[in-house]
């Protein structure tokens, strides 16, 4: 469980997953990018990323993309609204 009760902050065990799925919902807070880097550190099972977690890997340079599992983006076009660099954006769509 996230010690956080407003917002997302720290992934939770990540071993019983057969996949991951995160980015509604999530918020553009600095401890919601924080925690979608352990995340992406942490994760080996395929993931799924859309909204927020899209507009927090596009906005933080400390967010180095994709963690190395198979992952997958939905992005639409008001996703990437505020984006700085849409092209550092290179993850394959589904």
Not at 17 to 42: R, T
Not at 44 to 49: A, D, E, G, S
Not at 58 to 66: H, I
């Amino acid at each position: 469980m996230d010690e956080s009760d407003i917002l997302f902050s720290s992934p939770p065990e990540l071993q019983p997953f057969a996949a991951v799925g995160i980015g509604p919902g999530l918020g553009c807070k600095s401890n919601s990018g924080k925690g979608l880097k352990q995340l992406l550190e942490q994760v080996k099972v395929p993931l799924v990323m859309d909204a927020d977690a899209l507009n927090l890997l596009a906005t933080n340079p400390f967010l180095d993309g994709p963690a190395a599992g198979p992952n997958h983006t939905d992005p639409h076009p008001g996703n990437s609204t505020g984006w700085r660099d849409p092209v550092r954006m290179h993850i394959p769509a589904i």
